[in-house]
């Protein structure tokens, strides 16, 4: 018989994903209690909430419930369009002030990871020093960090071209960008995300063995890749959403790839969260995380 997933991951969600109105400035408490509730988690990724007494009432109900915390900056920066390595230095103070921000709040929260994403792709001829100055920024972000607690920096891939057009970005560059970084500093790791391959045109049996020394966690999801489709790009849909690229299929080699690396096992456990969210009009956030728990089920047991 094929041991549980706990033995081999800490299953989660992202809070604001799972229910939009967290985006939109509503219901914050509200709906994490849902997922604190829900025992099938064990992780939950939150973003910002900048009511402080909101802020006080999360951080209480996430110490009652024995959820492990990871807290995404991706709202903030995408939400902000804020770019780490913009070209202007003053607009790059402001960003990291922005990012040290985030991480104060995350610890507030009682956070053991933070998520971490790079800004726009600005193209081929100035892509060189847009890596450089990224590096730099991650410097200051860990130092920051680990100054302040035991807080791990996770870098996040995302789409090179489609959607984010992030800088980071394909696989090989994540691992350039990442060796100076992770030389320097012990908090640090990679997030790779199911849902970007097929954005990638990348394949995790390829791309994932070049950063494999880098990983702390995993992120599992939809995506459409196929243009003039109304999910076109990187909304994270439900899995099996007509059109989508990512269903129990594909996530059963991804964690026949994960096994096979030895990145997911007793002996790490490492976070594997589910970022999806209602679009369509039957959809409800109800309905999309039960869909996940049972794709995730079913795929581990295939796997």
């Known amino acids: 018989m094929k041991d549980s997933l706990y033995a081999y991951m800490k299953p989660g969600l992202v809070h604001f994903k799972a229910y939009p109105e967290v985006m939109q400035g509503r219901d914050y408490v509200k709906t994490l209690e849902k997922i604190c509730e829900d025992d099938f988690w064990h992780v939950v990724e939150v973003g910002t909430v900048k009511d402080t007494r909101e802020r006080d009432r999360a951080r209480q109900l996430l110490a009652v419930s024995h959820l492990e915390v990871a807290y995404a900056t991706q709202n903030t920066v995408l939400s902000q369009k804020l770019n780490p390595h913009h070209f202007d230095a003053a607009e790059r103070a402001r960003v990291?002030?922005?990012?040290?921000?985030?991480?104060?709040?995350?610890?507030?929260?009682?956070?053991?990871?933070?998520?971490?994403?790079?800004?726009?792709?600005?193209?081929?001829?100035?892509r060189e020093d847009a890596k450089k100055m990224f590096i730099e920024f991650m410097h200051e972000i860990c130092d920051y960090t680990k100054q302040n607690g035991d807080m791990v920096v996770t870098l996040k891939i995302f789409d090179h071209e489609v959607d984010k057009k992030a800088l980071i970005g394909p696989f090989a560059t994540a691992r350039e960008v990442s060796l100076p970084i992770r030389d320097a500093h012990d908090n640090f790791g990679i997030l790779s995300d199911l849902s970007h391959f097929p954005l990638l045109q990348e394949d995790p049996a390829d791309a994932i063995p070049l950063i494999k020394d880098f990983f702390t966690h995993f992120h599992i999801g939809n995506c459409v890749k196929t243009k003039g489709h109304y999910l076109y790009g990187d909304l994270q849909p439900r899995f099996g959403v007509p059109g989508g690229d990512i269903d129990t299929e594909y996530l059963r080699d991804y964690?026949?790839?994960?096994?096979?690396?030895?990145?997911?096992?007793?002996e790490k456990r490492p976070y594997v969260s589910a970022e999806v969210r209602p679009l369509l009009a039957e959809e409800n956030s109800a309905l999309v995380i039960a869909n996940t728990k049972r794709v995730m089920r079913e795929a581990w047991a295939l796997a």
């Not at 104060?104 to 956070?111: H, K, V």
Request: with cysteine.
């Open 96 to 126: 990291l002030n922005i990012v040290k921000n985030c991480v104060d709040e995350a610890y507030q929260l009682g956070a053991d990871y933070i998520r971490i994403m790079s800004g726009k792709d600005p193209g081929p001829e100035k």
């Open 255 to 266: 964690f026949r790839v994960l096994l096979e690396h030895d990145l997911i096992g007793p």
